[in-house]
């Protein structure tokens, strides 16, 4: 496989745990790195063999992990067509991989790294770097997938009131097969799957088999327009299908029998898929689909929804929290169906469930919308209504010119004009307090003076670590075979590279999804810095831990510097480590990277450090109350635009130049 083992700098730069920019200055200063071996000047390719030696002769590859030297190999030595029959060789026996007689031929080498990433992450880890290097370079290549969160609460909503589980699920879109996985762990015994990628159906039956130990039948094909299961019903369709399709299939599919509710327009593709799925359900059977906002008020697909609630198809709209899948910021929503049974009356009502406004780790979302789901499914007539988050509403309430199924539109509570007053004054009081605080802290942070223009001499992190002056630690996602640690609890708070970015506590719990072997516990004095930062800012949002930060889990977007206290003041550290020109500057998506091996900090004695480290805690303190005050303000201005717009507050009097709101 793979007769040109050529590599790329980047993969030189994986391969060596070293920067793209490491590698550029290999190439510049020593006259005996290997020469490029094909490519372009643009993207020059490297004899991995060659810089394997060149690398090894300087005792550079301690640092690598099984699975860089896997998909550095995997990368010089397998080509992307190769790969397709590798996997379709491939078959699952005892929760074990094992080849079949038609598997292509590999190499040693490429044998022990897979044993030895097996053995570090988990065979699951060898399949999808096989895949991804199947889409290399191919329009598939960002294939999207469902997080194991929301899979798991989609495949919750399907459990019948009675505590039955769905016999059969089939997943039209299935991707590399999360949902799938989801539902058979819940209890699923029959699995069907179908997506337009080889690799992905490959990849899907592989997983599916590995990670729930059911057999899955998965087929090939783009489901809407060459459906591979025409004649199957099933007791439960899962679904994350695409959004925005343009190209589906529009007129070639025009009257096809699958549209029982309306015929689809060219840009409502996801209400063709969500008819295909009902169209596969028995009487009856549960659908759960994955769907942007805007199908539930775009004007194009009004009478589609409208007839959906005729039917007694539509059960349920559920707001998702924030941004749930990777590639997207769009708020999404959950839409539960049924196929109309004859011998089940139609609830008359649908349930929408909004995401709370509080931030709240999104398994306490999932609890909350499968209890309330549960007890409108089990009686929609005794479902007690909650304020602002869930209610139950009557289908002739919804059939209106507009036909919109915005959850917000009907979970919001109305307003009490007296209970408004209050907020509004209370939220006056507070921001009051905050601007006099801010100016109070501003004014001691102001008295500064010039100083004659100085050069530091600085040094990496990297070099302060080496000489024992800090440790720079992170959180580790936990291997398929490694044991988790007596020390972890799931229900201690962690702290993430998000909260850092907002300014705010640990705002999640460790969970069993975030359970870690390599684990950072916070300690006070420590400097904390993200992963990834949403913006180019001048500075970086650090932070020195204080003792509501000391036993918190670090969560794996969360750098920790620990100072040696004798050596480095921790706010002097944070400061210099926070200045964006002092190394997070590797870019990705609009967003920045904390590359630790750049950040540079001056060469200064412990007794000077004190100065500047005073000077950027008062800088520290000075943003956060800048930031409540700004959050403040958003929730003044939100009050008041909101009773305003509802009708709980009349437009002020103008009485000495302030506002008087009255209800």
């Given at each position: 496989?793979g007769?040109?083992?050529?590599?790329t700098?980047?993969?030189?730069?994986?391969?060596?745990d070293?920067?793209?920019?490491t590698v550029?200055?290999w190439?510049?200063?020593?006259?005996?790195?290997p020469a490029?071996?094909?490519g372009?000047?643009?993207?020059?390719?490297?004899?991995?063999d060659?810089?394997?030696?060149?690398?090894?002769?300087?005792g550079?590859d301690a640092?690598?992990?099984p699975?860089?030297?896997?998909?550095?190999l995997v990368?010089?030595?397998v080509?992307?067509?190769d790969?397709l029959?590798?996997?379709?060789?491939?078959?699952?026996?005892?929760?074990?991989l094992t080849?079949?007689?038609?598997?292509?031929?590999?190499?040693a080498?490429?044998?022990?790294?897979?044993?030895?990433?097996?053995?570090?992450a988990g065979?699951?880890?060898?399949?999808?770097?096989?895949?991804?290097?199947?889409?290399?370079?191919?329009?598939?290549?960002?294939?999207?997938?469902?997080p194991e969160?929301l899979?798991?609460l989609m495949?919750?909503?399907?459990?019948?009131?009675?505590?039955s589980?769905?016999?059969?699920?089939?997943?039209?879109?299935?991707?590399?097969g999360?949902?799938?996985?989801?539902?058979?762990?819940?209890?699923a015994?029959?699995?069907?799957?179908?997506?337009?990628?080889?690799?992905?159906?490959?990849?899907?039956?592989?997983l599916?088999?590995?990670?729930a130990?059911?057999e899955?039948?998965?087929?090939?094909?783009?489901?809407?327009?060459?459906?591979?299961?025409a004649?199957?019903?099933v007791?439960?369709?899962?679904?994350?299908?695409p959004?925005?399709?343009?190209?589906?299939?529009?007129?070639?599919?025009?009257?096809?029998?699958?549209?029982?509710?309306?015929?689809p327009?060219r840009?409502?593709?996801?209400?063709?898929?969500v008819?295909?799925?009902?169209?596969?359900?028995?009487?009856?059977?549960?659908?759960?689909?994955v769907l942007?906002?805007?199908?539930?008020?775009?004007t194009?697909g009004?009478?589609?929804?409208?007839a959906?609630l005729?039917?007694g198809?539509?059960?349920?709209?559920?707001?998702l929290?924030?941004?749930?899948?990777?590639?997207t910021?769009?708020p999404?929503?959950?839409?539960?169906?049924?196929?109309p049974?004859?011998d089940?009356?139609p609830?008359?009502?649908?349930?929408?469930?909004e995401?709370?406004a509080?931030r709240?780790?999104?398994d306490?979302?999932?609890?909350?919308?499968?209890?309330?789901w549960r007890?409108?499914?089990?009686d929609p007539d005794?479902?007690?209504?909650?304020?602002?988050?869930?209610?139950?509403?009557?289908?002739?309430?919804l059939?209106d010119?507009?036909?919109?199924?915005?959850?917000?539109?009907?979970?919001?509570?109305?307003l009490?004009?007296?209970?408004?007053?209050?907020?509004?004054?209370?939220?006056?009081?507070?921001?009051?307090e905050?601007v006099?605080?801010l100016?109070a802290?501003?004014?001691?942070?102001?008295?500064?003076?010039?100083?004659?223009?100085?050069?530091l001499?600085t040094?990496?992190i990297?070099?302060?670590?080496?000489r024992?002056?800090?440790?720079?630690l992170r959180t580790?996602?936990v291997?398929?075979?490694?044991?988790?640690?007596?020390?972890?609890?799931?229900?201690q708070?962690m702290?993430t590279?998000?909260?850092?970015?907002?300014?705010?506590?640990?705002?999640?719990?460790?969970?069993?999804?975030?359970?870690?072997?390599?684990?950072?516990?916070?300690?006070?004095?420590?400097?904390?810095?993200?992963?990834?930062?949403?913006?180019?800012?001048?500075v970086?949002?650090?932070r020195?831990?204080?003792?509501?930060?000391?036993g918190?889990?670090a969560?794996s977007g969360?750098?920790?510097?620990?100072p040696d206290?004798?050596?480095l003041?921790?706010?002097f550290?944070?400061?210099f480590?926070?200045?964006a020109?002092?190394?997070a500057t590797?870019?990705i998506s609009?967003a920045t990277?904390?590359?630790?091996?750049?950040?540079r900090?001056?060469?200064?004695?412990?007794s000077?450090?004190g100065?500047?480290?005073?000077?950027?805690?008062?800088?520290?303190?000075?943003?956060?109350?800048a930031?409540?005050a700004?959050?403040?303000?958003?929730?003044?201005?939100g009050?008041v635009?909101s009773?305003?717009?509802?009708?709980?507050?009349n437009?002020p009097?103008?009485?000495?130049g302030?506002?008087?709101?009255s209800?």
């Amino acid at each position: 496989m793979g007769d040109q083992p050529l590599v790329t700098a980047a993969d030189i730069a994986r391969y060596a745990d070293v920067t793209r920019a490491t590698v550029s200055n290999w190439r510049r200063r020593h006259s005996d790195f290997p020469a490029i071996a094909g490519g372009t000047e643009a993207r020059p390719l490297f004899d991995f063999d060659e810089v394997r030696a060149w690398v090894a002769a300087r005792g550079i590859d301690a640092t690598r992990s099984p699975l860089s030297e896997f998909r550095t190999l995997v990368q010089a030595r397998v080509r992307p067509e190769d790969v397709l029959p590798l996997l379709a060789s491939v078959h699952v026996e005892h929760g074990e991989l094992t080849g079949g007689t038609a598997a292509p031929q590999l190499s040693a080498e490429l044998l022990s790294a897979i044993q030895a990433v097996t053995a570090d992450a988990g065979a699951r880890t060898v399949l999808e770097a096989l895949a991804e290097r199947a889409l290399q370079g191919s329009l598939e290549a960002g294939a999207h997938w469902t997080p194991e969160p929301l899979a798991r609460l989609m495949a919750l909503l399907l459990t019948e009131p009675s505590g039955s589980y769905p016999h059969s699920v089939l997943d039209p879109a299935c991707g590399r097969g999360g949902l799938l996985i989801e539902a058979a762990r819940q209890g699923a015994v029959e699995l069907y799957g179908q997506d337009v990628l080889p690799v992905q159906t490959e990849l899907a039956r592989l997983l599916v088999a590995l990670e729930a130990g059911v057999e899955p039948r998965i087929m090939t094909g783009d489901s809407l327009l060459a459906d591979a299961f025409a004649d199957l019903h099933v007791d439960a369709v899962l679904c994350n299908p695409p959004f925005g399709q343009r190209d589906w299939g529009a007129d070639q599919l025009r009257f096809d029998s699958r549209w029982e509710y309306g015929e689809p327009v060219r840009i409502d593709s996801e209400l063709a898929w969500v008819q295909h799925g009902l169209s596969h359900l028995r009487p009856g059977g549960t659908a759960v689909f994955v769907l942007p906002p805007g199908v539930a008020f775009r004007t194009s697909g009004r009478r589609i929804r409208a007839a959906l609630l005729r039917g007694g198809a539509l059960q349920a709209v559920i707001a998702l929290p924030g941004a749930v899948l990777p590639w997207t910021s769009i708020p999404l929503q959950l839409w539960v169906l049924r196929r109309p049974d004859t011998d089940r009356i139609p609830a008359g009502k649908v349930l929408f469930i909004e995401a709370s406004a509080d931030r709240e780790p999104f398994d306490a979302f999932a609890d909350r919308a499968v209890s309330a789901w549960r007890a409108f499914d089990a009686d929609p007539d005794a479902f007690a209504a909650i304020p602002d988050i869930a209610a139950a509403v009557p289908v002739i309430t919804l059939l209106d010119d507009a036909v919109d199924l915005t959850p917000l539109r009907y979970t919001r509570a109305p307003l009490d004009p007296a209970a408004l007053l209050a907020q509004i004054a209370e939220t006056e009081a507070t921001l009051s307090e905050q601007v006099d605080r801010l100016h109070a802290d501003f004014g001691a942070s102001s008295d500064w003076s010039a100083a004659q223009q100085k050069s530091l001499r600085t040094v990496t992190i990297s070099d302060l670590a080496q000489r024992g002056a800090v440790r720079i630690l992170r959180t580790t996602p936990v291997g398929a075979n490694q044991v988790i640690p007596d020390r972890v609890n799931t229900t201690q708070p962690m702290l993430t590279g998000r909260d850092l970015v907002t300014g705010v506590r640990a705002s999640e719990v460790v969970g069993d999804l975030a359970l870690t072997s390599n684990v950072v516990v916070i300690e006070a004095g420590d400097v904390l810095l993200p992963v990834v930062r949403g913006n180019r800012s001048d500075v970086l949002p650090t932070r020195v831990a204080d003792q509501a930060d000391a036993g918190v889990i670090a969560g794996s977007g969360v750098i920790v510097l620990r100072p040696d206290p004798l050596q480095l003041n921790p706010w002097f550290l944070a400061g210099f480590a926070a200045n964006a020109d002092a190394g997070a500057t590797s870019g990705i998506s609009g967003a920045t990277r904390t590359e630790t091996n750049r950040l540079r900090i001056p060469m200064l004695p412990l007794s000077e450090q004190g100065g500047y480290g005073s000077a950027f805690r008062r800088m520290s303190e000075l943003h956060a109350v800048a930031r409540q005050a700004a959050e403040s303000t958003g929730k003044y201005v939100g009050l008041v635009v909101s009773g305003l717009t509802a009708g709980a507050l009349n437009p002020p009097d103008e009485i000495e130049g302030r506002s008087r709101w009255s209800d």
